[in-house]
C-alpha cells in the first residue's frame, strides 16, 4: 500500500475559518478542512482549489503551505486500512457560498480561537495557528 496525497484548506473570510464535518470515514463526524485527494498531473494548488470547490462550493486563493499531516487508519483488527500524506493550505475565500457535496454534513464559519470547542481532526489546532498567522498576520 502507497501513501496517498491529500490537501486540505483553511479558508478565511472576513476574519473567520471554515471548518467541516465530515459525513463518513475517515474520520467521520469530525470537523477538519475542507480538501481531497491530488490527481495524477494536477498541481498541489489546483488540486487544493478544486477539492474545495467540489466539497463546499467556494472560490479560493492558496496562499501557501501551512504544514503536513498523515493519517493511518487502521481496521477493525488493526490491520493499516490506508496512509494519506495531507498537505494544508493557508486560503482566501474569494466567492459562493457553502452548498456540501455528500462528504461533508455541517459547515462552520468560526473564530479561529473556537477551534477548541469542537471534536477535530489530529493536529488540526497547530495547521490553523500556521495559517491564520500567514492569511491574518
Known amino acids: 500500500m502507497h501513501p496517498q496525497l ?8 472576513d476574519g473567520k475559518m471554515l471548518i467541516v464535518r465530515r459525513a463518513r470515514a475517515p474520520a467521520h463526524g469530525l470537523f477538519t478542512l475542507p480538501g481531497g485527494r491530488v490527481e495524477p498531473g494536477e498541481t ?3 488540486a487544493v482549489v478544486r477539492e474545495v470547490m467540489e466539497e463546499t462550493a467556494l472560490t479560493i486563493e492558496a496562499v501557501g503551505l501551512a504544514g503536513y499531516r ?5 481496521d477493525a483488527g488493526g490491520a493499516l486500512a490506508a496512509h494519506f500524506v495531507i498537505l494544508p493550505f493557508a486560503a482566501r475565500w474569494i466567492g459562493g457560498e457553502v452548498r456540501l457535496n455528500d462528504e461533508l454534513d455541517e459547515a462552520r ?5 473556537e477551534l477548541g470547542t469542537f471534536a477535530t481532526t489530529p493536529g488540526l489546532a497547530e495547521i490553523v495557528a ?6 491574518l498576520g
Do not use: H, K, N, Q
Open 109 to 113: 464559519w468560526i473564530a479561529p480561537g
Open 70 to 74: 498523515e493519517m493511518m487508519p487502521r
Open 130 to 135: 500556521t495559517a491564520t498567522t500567514m492569511v
Open 44 to 46: 498541489l494548488v489546483e
Open 6 to 13: 491529500a490537501v486540505s484548506a483553511a479558508i478565511f473570510r
